[in-house]
């Protein structure tokens, strides 16, 4: 049995007043083993743009506060946003912020061109900046573009090309790069850095660096994330090339596990998060946004979010309440990748669905698709599904009889076997089969200009009549 839910919803952000209404279709199959399978699409995109926010709408950073509100920083500063007013300030020095950071404590960093401080709420709901600079002493003065903000055992760790800042509480420390530090990451309570061509971990407490790897190791690929592995010894690392590696802390071995970008595309990886449900979401420079798993020791693609409003993706962000932050060259998109509406075919309309050979057939105005892979969990992605080319067009209705599937078409009545389709002659415009009540293996095909009526026996489809006598008219029984 097949149940199709339509249903308009709010949907909440990260505060009860950010309010979207959202129309949606669920498809939940149930079986008779009370098991049910879920539909996944893509879900609904909010955008922003700088008609929302009125500032530059190219951002590189974000973060949010402990009551849930957003910071996000652009060329022309930091944005604020708490679910309802966008508020702005700008750095002393007016540069564009890099980097953002909500430490433990709750105090928010920011980061940018020769400038570092803390984002303050005063008493009246405003936002002020306090700058942090004068802490270095007058020869590091000139620090260029601070990139990243870290935490590791209450110590902020500010990176540009040249140094890594160390402050906690009163003390400050500098570390000079030996060539330049081009990546740092915290993964499993460890610091690592890239300096040059080499991979380090440090010491937050000694600030001693133990080498890890070298790029060469790598291919001399770029170091785009370090994530979680899958013990406590080994860490996945992602390339800006589109390689995963894991790396063994214990012996610091590298192999290459995958790679998901072909060697021969020009496509880039530019941001990569690993959500809480463990799913990865990875943005590109030209290709927008896709999620992948880990199962069965390889990456699978989940999904691919064609509905941002640009295509080049600068950074992603996770709220506390799991929400997806999208920031783009020209923008900003939100979505909730666990919301209980989802989009599938998008422009598409949806009128029928069946299941058929443990595959599921869904009939669209843009014609029939079908499910690639045999459903063996409860959860079908819209990717695994590929359309039939020779039912192109408004498809209206399908139908099982006797182990054949039939789908009633703009074009006629077609039998789909093998995902092949095989026209029943003699008919245009058919709404759907209806069976004949007291005569068995017989069916009414309800037209676009009446009736008329077919026998499926023994896997033999007969016309009995392309048009019955008093049923001239569309029909739609």
Same mark, same amino acid.
């Given at each position: ?12 952000? #990260? ?29 609904? +995109? ?25 910071? #996000? ?63 270095? &002493? ?115 071995? =590298? ?8 060697? @021969?595309?020009?496509? +880039?990886?530019?941001?990569?998060? $690993? ?30 979010? !064609? ?5 080049? =993706? ?6 506390? @309440?799991? =929400?997806?932050?999208?920031?783009? !060259? ?25 299941? #058929? ?8 105005? $843009? ?9 063996? %969990?409860?959860?079908?992605? $819209? ?8 039912? %192109? ?7 099982? =009889? ?32 209806? &069976? +004949?009540?007291?005569?068995?293996? $017989? ?25 019955? &006598? ?8």
């Amino acid at each position: 049995m097949i149940s199709v839910y339509f249903m308009v919803k709010k949907a909440s952000i #990260f505060s009860a007043r950010i309010t979207k209404h959202l129309l949606t279709i669920c498809f939940m199959l149930a079986f008779s083993a009370n098991l049910y399978t879920q539909v996944i699409g893509n879900p609904p +995109v909010t955008h922003y743009s700088h008609d929302d926010f009125n500032s530059d709408a190219q951002f590189w950073d974000a973060c949010q506060d402990t009551l849930g509100v957003m910071y #996000f920083g652009n060329n022309y500063g930091v944005l604020r946003f708490d679910g309802e007013r966008w508020d702005k300030i700008s750095l002393p020095n007016n540069s564009a912020v890099r980097s953002l950071h909500c430490s433990e404590n709750g105090v928010i960093y920011a980061g940018g061109f020769n400038e570092f401080g803390t984002i303050n709420t005063n008493t009246d709901g405003s936002f002020s900046y306090h700058s942090l600079r004068d802490v270095l &002493p007058p020869k590091y003065s000139e620090i260029g573009n601070v990139w990243q903000i870290l935490e590791l055992n209450k110590t902020i760790v500010l990176r540009t090309y040249d140094y890594l800042i160390l402050l906690n509480n009163s003390n400050v420390e500098i570390i000079e790069a030996t060539d330049a530090f081009n990546f740092s990451e915290v993964v499993n309570n460890k610091l690592f850095v890239l300096d040059r061509d080499l991979l380090f971990e440090m010491d937050i407490n000694s600030s001693q660096f133990t080498e890890v790897f070298s790029t060469r190791d790598i291919f001399n690929e770029s170091l785009l994330r370090i994530l979680p592995g899958q013990t406590k010894e080994t860490v996945f690392l992602l390339t800006k090339e589109g390689s995963f590696f894991e790396i063994s802390l214990l012996n610091n071995s =590298v192999r290459r596990l995958q790679r998901l970008i072909p060697r @021969e595309s020009e496509q +880039v990886f530019t941001s990569a998060i $690993q959500a809480q449900s463990g799913n990865i979401y990875i943005g590109t420079l030209s290709n927008k946004l896709s999620s992948w798993k880990f199962q069965n020791n390889k990456f699978i693609r989940i999904r691919t979010f !064609n509905n941002l409003q640009d295509q080049t =993706v600068l950074n992603l962000y996770e709220s506390n @309440e799991g =929400v997806i932050w999208t920031l783009l !060259n020209k923008g900003l998109d939100y979505f909730d990748p666990n919301a209980h509406l989802t989009n599938i075919f998008q422009g598409s309309s949806i009128y029928d669905a069946v299941i #058929f050979d443990n595959r599921l057939f869904i009939a669209t105005n $843009q014609g029939v698709f079908y499910s690639t892979k045999q459903y063996s %969990d409860s959860i079908i992605y $819209q990717n695994e599904f590929q359309k039939i080319p020779a039912l %192109d067009g408004q498809a209206w209705s399908l139908k099982t =009889v006797d182990n054949q599937l039939f789908c009633a078409h703009d074009r006629g009545l077609f039998e789909i076997k093998n995902n092949r389709t095989n026209p029943i002659q003699d008919f245009q415009g058919v709404w759907k089969l209806f &069976p +004949v009540s007291g005569i068995s293996n $017989q069916f009414f095909v309800c037209t676009y200009n009446g009736l008329g009526l077919i026998q499926i026996k023994d896997g033999r489809t007969t016309v009995l009549s392309t048009s019955l &006598p008093g049923f001239e008219d569309s029909t739609v029984t």
